[in-house]
């Protein structure tokens, strides 16, 4: 079946360092691909998504791109700053089974020092 | 903007209680869900809806009802709440149309069985 596959955390790092969270996903057919993030104490909320291979999302600084050739959709922002420390989540979605279930993974979470 | 309302932040219920947790969206979207959240495991889906009185099993339906009389209103329903029900209960919604469209989340229920 369908999985989505994280670096493990927790991922430190200091302000202004590059930031690089891995995600690769097995899926049967096209799936469409999503980036949450959590803060302490709240739900999930969409960061970014990408529909289709090749496409990029992005968002305050984030990027993902989808790579079809690898599976794979990381996650990378260029200038890490303490606010963006949460639990980041890969998620896909694959409507071609007919059902709109969403796979997540386990989460990576991020701390940023100052 | 779309708002997911969960009833309850935290909640504390005794073993045995059948305990409700109730979820409202205003964005008149055809799908919701009930997912846990546990550290270590990501999120697991216990149950869906695509419809009103529609209702799909996820994959840890053990334990648990669900209920949806209205659009906007989903229930999580546990019958008899054990220890091992203790989780981040959160609840989601998205439209009907394709895989492409992404989950909406509230701010989660913290549920705590003694």
């Known amino acids: 079946g369908d999985s989505v596959t994280q670096m493990e955390g927790p991922v430190t790092l200091s302000e202004e360092a590059f930031l690089t969270i891995n995600c690769t996903y097995t899926?049967?057919?096209?799936?469409?691909l999503f980036w949450y993030v959590q803060y302490p104490g709240e739900g999930l909320q969409l960061l970014l998504k990408a529909t289709k291979a090749d496409d990029k999302g992005s968002n305050k600084g984030f990027e993902a791109t989808y790579r079809k050739e690898t599976t794979s959709f990381h996650l990378e922002k260029g200038s890490v700053q303490v606010s963006d420390s949460a639990v980041y989540f890969c998620a896909l979605s694959d409507s071609t089974s007919g059902t709109y279930k969403y796979i997540f993974g386990t989460g990576t979470r991020l701390k940023v020092l100052a | 903007d779309v708002k997911v309302t969960q009833s309850s932040r935290y909640l504390v219920k005794r073993t045995g209680e059948k305990v409700f947790l109730e979820c409202v969206q205003d964005?008149?979207?055809?799908?919701m869900f009930w997912y846990r959240q546990d550290p270590g495991l990501g999120l697991r889906l216990i149950y869906f809806?695509?419809?009103?009185?529609?209702?799909e099993k996820g994959d840890i339906p053990e334990g648990y009802s669900v209920s949806r009389e209205k659009k906007e209103r989903f229930s999580l329903i546990l019958e008899s709440a054990s220890t091992n029900q203790t989780s981040m209960y959160l609840c989601a919604s998205s439209l009907l149309q394709g895989g492409n469209q992404p989950q909406h989340f509230g701010d989660g229920t913290r549920l705590s069985i003694l």
């Open positions: 964005m008149d979207h055809e799908n």
């Open positions: 899926a049967t057919g096209y799936p469409s």
């Open positions: 809806s695509y419809d009103v009185k529609m209702k």
